[in-house]
């Protein structure tokens, strides 16, 4: 999961179970002791440019189903393009293509390169 937001951080280290002494509680030990490092530069409780922009509206893509493939992880994960925010050529900035996965909700942005990968798959 990708947690960019400094509500998402804190409610990942509260569900971590800090019982028992195990690795997890270890865990949760020293991120409570880091979250105020951790959360400094985050929103609060939304994403930077959730709307600055983001179209629902005006692409193909939009409303297409993708598939994409982490090597890194072996996952494959499928989802939905929700939004687009068109290119900005004075900046030299190119689309990007908002990305709501099936079953855990992660999101992503991609390039317009990424997007025609991840339609085509």
Not at 35 to 50: C, G, I, K, W
Not at 87 to 94: I, L, R, S
Not at 98 to 118: W, Y
Request: proline share 2%; hydrophobic share 40%; with cysteine.
């Amino acid at each position: 999961a990708y947690y960019d937001t400094a509500a998402l951080v804190r409610e990942l280290v509260s569900s971590l179970d800090e019982t028992g002494g195990g690795e997890e509680a270890k865990l949760k030990g020293v991120l409570k002791e880091q979250l105020p490092f951790l959360t400094a530069e985050m929103a609060e409780d939304s994403v930077v440019n959730t709307d600055d922009g983001w179209l629902v509206e005006g692409h193909d893509f939009v409303g297409c189903r993708v598939t994409r493939v982490f090597d890194e992880y072996g996952i494959v994960s499928n989802g939905e393009i929700t939004r687009w925010l068109p290119a900005d050529e004075e900046q030299g900035d190119g689309a990007l293509f908002h990305v709501v996965h099936d079953g855990d909700g992660d999101e992503e942005d991609l390039e317009e390169e990424e997007a025609v990968a991840a339609i085509a798959l």
